[in-house]
Each structure stands twice: as C-alpha cells, then as structure tokens.
C-alpha cells in the first residue's frame, strides 16, 4: 500500500509576483503539476489548493459587470467557480507531467461542498476580507443595498468581510477515497470548499456566504479520506520562530505539543502561518505526520530531510 498524502498547496501558488493573466497562471501550474506528478508512484495523492487571488477576482467581475438580468452571483458561487477555474489547470498540468513522463495516470478535479455549523461564532464577526476596496461612502452604501458587512481594511480602503467558519464534514468525501483507491490523483475541496449549511429540518444541503480556510479544510479532508500524511505547501521551506529578524531560527523535526507552544508565545501571525501550523498540528494529534514547506522542497520533506515535520511523537 503507497501512503496516501494531502496537499495543500498556498492561496498564491499559482500567482508568485502577482501574476494575473490565465496564461500565467497555467505556466506556473506546469511547474506545480511536474512536481506532484514526481510523487505518483510513490504516494497515493490528494491535491487542495487555496484560491484567495483567483475568487477575489472573479468577485471583481461579478460586481462590477451586475445589472439586473445578469446580477453577481454569490460569493459561495464563486467559490465554485474557482475550484472548476484551478482545478482546470491543475488536472491539464499534471497530465502533460505524465505524458512527458510517458506514464499513464488517471487525474480528476472533484468540486466540493464543506459542511459548516450554521451556529458557527464566525457568522456572529465576520472578519475576512474579500473581493475589491471601496472608499468608505461607497462601501456603507454597498453595505446597505446587499446586506454586507463592511469595514476597513489596513488603510488600504474599505472592503466587504464575510464570516471563516470551521469546516465540520465533506459532502463528497466518500466520491473521493473511491477515486483515490482506484488510481486516481484527485483535486479537492479548492479554496477550503464550497461552504454549506444542513438545513434545520430535512437536512438539505444549502450554500452560504463564507470563507473555509484552506488549511483547515485540507486538514479535515486528510483525516475524513484516512491519510498518513499532511503537508502545507507555502512560500518557505519551513516554519521560523522570530521570521525576518537577525535571531531567526527555523523549525525541523517537532512533536505537536512542542510547536503548540510557540503559538502560546504569538510566533505565527493569524493571516500567515498560524493556520498552517494549527492543522498540521490536529492532523499530527490524530495520528499522522503533518509537514509544512515549499514546493521546491517537497521531496526532500516527505524523505524526512527538509521542512518542518510535525508529529505526536518523534
């Protein structure tokens, strides 16, 4: 049996320097899809990929291109909208990868539902900025006629921040161990899934406006489809404690109660590293290895020789 690994791959891995164009985005995807196609015959995998850049955007031409007989569609639509948009690049990626291997292997991009508490406390303070940046006039009179929340966003200008619940369940999780047991490389619950509410009486699935965190979503995925390992694909090679001072130190092989201190301490930021390092350290207390690094270093990290690994004991 291969070990079966999640990746999770950053909200910016496919916009390095602000890339905005398809085409550059797919270039990058080349690189990514050879890299997770290296670890094919070794790893049964499991792709997830954040989507802050690309759904930001998408909210961007939803907004401004409304009238009334083609008005925005919701955000969590546009959560969809951008799973089939990366997911699309991804699977044509890393199946160029194979055929340039000369190997033939299977690639899927399943769209995901992640199931949220619809009594989550992020629905009371909604806290995640999201789409373009108004002036304060604008954003109050926006506020009004949609029932946003608005507010102010690092003096850069005012923006419409929605609720990050925490993700309780994958609709599709069943859809995608079958795939992965079959073969098959599976993209899945992109940008932390497509967030949904049961509904009170009949159970029935319905989209709410919100944003999943992609780490936390793939966090849950990793132990809802029995992976062994978990890995937070980021901009560094691993986690540093004082990041970008002269003391700066970085973090190899920890066990999860050791690095849950450095969080007692504030060494992660919330919008940063934080969330990284919280999954990886629930995925570690479950049982697994959760690692966090970049893609240049991946197979080293998974050989144990790069990264920051995490475990429940060394």
Known sequence: MKPRIVLALGGNALQKNGEATAEAQKKIAVKVGESIATLAN??????THGNGPQVGNILIHEESAATDKAPAMPLETAVAMSQGQIGYWLTQAI?????????RKKVATVISQ??????????????KPIGQFYS???????AQQNNWVVKEDAGRGWRRVVASPKPIDIVEKNSIKELVADGVIVIAAGGGGIPVIRTKLLKRLKGIDAVIDKDYAAEKLAELVK???????TAVPNVFINYGLPNQES??????SEISKYIKYGYFKAGSMLPKVEAAIKFARHGGTGIITDIHSLQAALNGKAGTIIKKQL
């Not at 992640?114 to 806290?127: C, E, G, H, I, Q």
């Not at 304060?136 to 009179?141: N, P, Q, R, T, V």
């Not at 973090?251 to 999860?256: N, P, R, Y």
């Open 42 to 47: 070794e790893y049964e995998i499991i792709v």
């Open 95 to 103: 199946n160029n990868a194979f055929v340039k291997q000369n190997k």
């Open 114 to 127: 992640v199931v949220v508490d619809r009594n989550d406390p992020a629905f009371k303070n909604p806290t």
């Open 136 to 142: 304060e006039a604008e954003a109050k009179k926006l």
């Open 227 to 233: 992976a062994d390992i978990f890995v937070s694909v």
């Open 251 to 256: 973090l190899h092989q920890v066990t999860a």
